[in-house]
């Protein structure tokens, strides 16, 4: 029935119908709809059908309930679980007592235990010992905390600098971020892989009175809380991964302005480690910014590559004076003799693996080649150790000392609410693959390639960025030749797995494609110059968008991209092109070192 | 479908809303968090035990699940936090249970939450769809089961609540969504019934 009929004839809508069955309707509305039916058999009928169809839903979950049977331990052992956390609450709550200004909001049960507060210091040292509490802490206290800890790093060193990466989506846009921040001398350095979201993070930022060169920072945040008049905060715990999340919603916010912010901050050491941004459009929908970080470390201002506060001064020459300067003249290894001490420890590290599984990092600081290892105690490292110990000029250093936290895994995944993934090809895909496992599977395996390819990409990106054209030309032919070498084998190992990668995604998508019957259309490659010096770059990031396509496609949900439902054959179209220009790319790449290029 | 897609991503949106809106301050009674714990656990630990189980589909574990909302419960009310409808907000914390459950279920280690996440919505569907194969004694049951494992699963879930005697407000507060969104979701769940089943 037409809302227009029902409207013309006075039939009550499908959607009264339904609310006056279940009893929603208001008391007058109510009476005329039942008017209305006791006069018109067509709605009577109408009503029938539904009460029926209801009627037959709630006999299916009835019989569905009674198959899957009651609860078995009829619920024992609440009580007692309830009482015990009690006691531990309470024992919490003492431990507040030390905060009297907390307690001026707490209702008077929390007044009483002020008291007890000194006395029961000891009882709460062993609670929290025995006990790790899994109450909600309230925001002001997980952003103080937070803000205490940064500040405890930061005082650990002379001279601190932050250097801090991340992964930003901005309105579904992804962009890298990097941020190389000296808290003393209030110097910072950011680098971004994209300047259209930079611009548009910077203006979100700017509007909200929030310091773009401090990311994530809880001071930062704490800066803008305070800031703010009419505002409401919740914390949510989110177990598995031991996170607090802050959620500030701002009350009438300005289009433009931040009307909400989820915070993420880890529990074990009040680190922030993601922020979910929304800002209030003129219109409806709010836009959403999310800022993941994906490594940070606190450390001396030493250990910064020069490269990074003085990046108009070329590279070599800087770092020379600056070493010569810092030891007053004093005897050092010329820098010759440093480079092919660092040649020398990439060709160990090659010859093991590691300068792609482990990936050290290999520097030139103050007349020695540090090698900074990220890892714990293990038979792994210890071959890495030996391997570089007998070259010269070498010190080998454990990084962990002053880095705070490399995270492994992202907790963007954590706050994505499961009822809003429809990715528009998971269906599709697990058809295909003929299930559910199966089609796990094949992301896993596919996720693992790309991983591959990624890893070897960022080696010989890294060996480019150490060994640029002018300090290759000073070495002896065979290290040259050795540099040579370790670029093919990653451009060959590019190529194998980067193969391996598009051979396993092709003929999926393209089978699924045809069923769709939409043809792929690849469009023409856009065939950009790049040049040598970004192909590895853009080869990696062309592989992380894929990738991020790929999985966006078969896995993720939309909420960021709203307008754009990806079909197989788009999919397929742009796996294409990727590929295309992956292939300009890795030539462009092998042009870099081949001997014929100079 | 594109209309699913469409409630989906509204949900998604008014989820975020409504969670702050669920934890808003609002003055708690004089009686102490764990008298109103026990009081609503008497009251509603059945409904929100079928809530999870018609989740999960396992009774020990959804049992665990509800066990486990209640005392979050506590927790909350003993914190910073007000809770203005505890009612929705401790089924809201099963129903959240119960998803991180499905998820942590799986073996999982290696996998990335994204293929957790589609397995887990994929067994949710699945769940629904389990019992067919008992209840297939007429064409009548046949017809009924195909007719409900059409709806989407928002669709069906809004219909359990509804079963569970919950008000549309409710439901909306529990799956973070609008109470006309709720409303939505019933017209066309039970226009869809009506018509599968060609009453």
Request: charged share 25%; hydrophobic share 45%; aromatic share 6%.
């Amino acid at each position: 029935m037409s809302l227009f009929h029902t409207w013309l004839c006075g039939h009550p809508s499908d959607r009264a119908l339904l609310e006056f069955l279940d009893g929603e309707l208001r008391f007058k509305r109510a009476e005329q709809v039942a008017k209305h039916l006791a006069s018109c058999a067509e709605c009577r009928s109408r009503a029938g059908r539904f009460r029926d169809s209801l009627e037959c839903f709630e006999q299916y979950r009835s019989a569905q309930l009674a198959r899957l049977g009651g609860p078995p331990q009829a619920f024992a052992g609440f009580d007692a679980k309830l009482a015990a956390q009690s006691v531990e609450l309470r024992k919490q709550r003492v431990g507040r007592g030390a905060r009297p200004a907390e307690l001026r909001h707490a209702l008077g049960l929390r007044r009483r235990w002020t008291v007890a507060a000194a006395t029961a210091v000891a009882l709460l040292a062993v609670g929290w010992m025995l006990w790790r509490p899994a109450a909600t802490v309230s925001a002001s206290e997980v952003l103080r905390q937070a803000r205490q800890s940064e500040t405890r790093q930061l005082r650990a060193l002379r001279n601190p600098v932050v250097h801090q990466r991340m992964a930003v989506n901005a309105r579904g846009r992804a962009a890298e971020w990097e941020v190389w921040r000296a808290a003393a001398a209030r110097n910072e350095r950011a680098a971004w892989s994209a300047p259209d979201v930079e611009r548009e993070i910077a203006g979100v930022y700017a509007a909200n009175h929030m310091d773009v060169d401090r990311p994530l920072s809880a001071e930062d945040y704490a800066d803008w809380h305070d800031s703010l008049a009419d505002k409401s905060d919740a914390v949510a715990k989110l177990g598995a991964r031991r996170l607090l999340q802050i959620t500030t919603a701002v009350a009438h916010a300005e289009p433009g302005q931040i009307e909400q912010v989820e915070l993420l901050v880890r529990e074990e050491d009040w680190h922030p480690v993601s922020e979910s941004i929304y800002v209030r459009a003129a219109s409806g929908e709010p836009l959403r910014y999310s800022i993941v970080e994906t490594s940070y470390a606190v450390m001396p201002m030493e250990a910064v590559p020069l490269r990074v506060f003085h990046s108009n001064e070329p590279a070599v020459p800087a770092r020379t004076e600056t070493a010569e300067n810092a030891q007053g003249g004093a005897k050092m290894p010329s820098d010759v003799q440093l480079l092919v001490s660092q040649v020398r420890v990439d060709q160990a590290l090659h010859k093991l693996g590691a300068d792609v599984a482990e990936a050290p990092e290999v520097r030139n600081a103050d007349g020695r080649i540090e090698v900074s290892l990220w890892m714990g105690e293990s038979a792994r490292r210890e071959q890495i150790l030996s391997a570089v110990k007998g070259i010269q000029f070498v010190t080998a250093r454990d990084a962990a000392a002053v880095t705070m936290h490399a995270n492994t895994t992202l907790p963007m995944a954590v706050e994505r609410p499961l009822y809003a993934t429809k990715p528009p090809l998971a269906k599709a895909l697990a058809e295909y693959a003929g299930g559910d496992s199966e089609a796990a599977n094949m992301m896993a395996a596919l996720n693992d390639a790309e991983r591959r390819v990624y890893v070897e990409t960022a080696a010989l990106e890294r060996l480019e960025q150490a060994y640029p054209e002018e300090r290759r030309r000073v070495l002896p032919q065979d290290l040259q030749r050795a540099i040579a070498q370790m670029a093919n084998d990653h451009a060959c190992a590019i190529e194998r797995e980067g193969r391996e990668y598009f051979n396993l995604l092709l003929p999926v998508v393209e089978a699924m494609a045809s069923r769709e019957n939409r043809p792929a259309t690849p469009q023409q490659s856009m065939g950009q110059p790049a040049s040598r010096e970004a192909a590895a770059a853009r080869l990696r990031g062309d592989l992380g968008r894929l990738q991020l396509l790929v999985n966006r496609a078969f896995l993720e949900d939309h909420v960021d991209t709203p307008a754009k439902e990806l079909s197989a054959g788009e999919v397929l179209s742009e796996i294409l092109q990727l590929q295309t220009r992956a292939e300009g790319q890795l030539m462009r790449l092998r042009a870099w070192y081949s001997p014929t290029a100079n | 479908m594109h209309e699913t897609r469409a409630m989906s991503a509204e949900g998604s949106t008014n989820a975020i809303l409504s969670d702050y809106a669920l934890l808003s301050a609002e003055p708690q009674a004089a009686l102490s968090a764990e008298q109103q714990v026990i009081a609503l656990f008497g009251q509603l630990r059945t409904a929100v035990f079928r809530h999870v189980l018609l989740i999960l589909m396992n009774a020990p574990a959804s049992e665990d699940v509800t066990q486990e909302a209640f005392l979050r419960l506590h927790v909350a009310m003993s914190g910073d936090v007000r809770i203005k409808d505890m009612k929705a907000w401790v089924f809201r914390v099963a129903h959240n249970l119960a998803i991180d459950q499905l998820r942590t279920a799986k073996p999982s280690s290696s996998l990335s939450d994204d293929v957790v996440l589609l397995q887990a919505e994929q067994k949710c569907m699945r769940g629904t769809r389990t019992p067919e194969q008992l209840y297939l004694t007429t064409e009548r049951t046949a017809q009924i089961q195909s007719a409900i494992a059409q709806l989407s699963p928002r669709q069906r879930q809004c219909l359990s609540l509804k079963a569970e005697g919950l008000a549309y407000q409710e439901i909306a507060s529990i799956l973070g969504v609008r109470r006309s969104t709720v409303i939505e979701n019933l017209r066309r769940a039970t226009a869809r019934l009506a018509g599968e089943l060609q009453f």
